[in-house]
Every structure is written in C-alpha cells, then in structure tokens.
C-alpha cells in the first residue's frame, strides 16, 4: 500500500478496480481528498481477502479520518464503513475525480 502525507480530510472518495495482470485478477484502491485532490492511499489485492475493509483499516492507521465522511459508490462500502466506526454516504456527483 502506498501513502502519501498523513492527513486530516473533511472529505474523501474511494474507488476500486479489477484488472487482471498474468492471468489473474486483483483490485486496486485509491482514495482521494475531495478537496486538495490528493491522492491518500493506493493499493492493490488479491483474491481471498476482505479488500475494501483492509484498505480503509490501513487508511485509518495513517491519516486522521474519524471525522471524514466517505463518499462511495455502493452498499458494501457502507456496511464497510459502519463495521470500522466511519461515516459514510452514496454520493455519485463529487465522485467524478476518482472516477477518472
């Protein structure tokens, strides 16, 4: 997983994609302050593992995210969200930035 600085965002949209490299697929995740653009955390993973909770654990060691609300873009980011104590909401306009 690759962080940048720890940060304090008010705001923060997450996203995943499948790509399949020598055969077999995995998952990428990026998160993005919504405000300063930048970029929180990328990270990559396998099969086998509960992804979308595993990155936003990881993204609750380094940043300051207690208080940040999480725009996202389905239901199991909400139930993700709710297990880890974070608040969350589906939000399909301001997403476009991790979109692209």
């Known amino acids: 997983m ?15 994609i499948a790509v399949k490299t020598n055969g077999d697929w995995s998952w990428v995740y990026a998160a993005i302050n919504l405000y300063s653009r930048l970029i929180l955390a990328v990270a990559v993973f396998g099969r086998g593992t509960d992804p979308a909770a595993a990155f936003l654990h990881k993204l609750t060691e380094k940043h300051e995210i207690s208080e940040t ?6 239901y199991s980011y909400l139930t993700v969200l709710s297990r880890l ?5 589906l939000h399909y306009v301001d997403r476009n930035l ?3």
């Open 2 to 16: 690759i962080f940048l600085r720890p940060a304090k965002p008010s705001q923060v949209t997450i996203d995943e």
């Open 69 to 74: 609300v999480f725009l996202v873009d389905g």
């Open 85 to 89: 104590a974070l608040s969350g909401q």
């Open 98 to 100: 991790i979109e692209k």
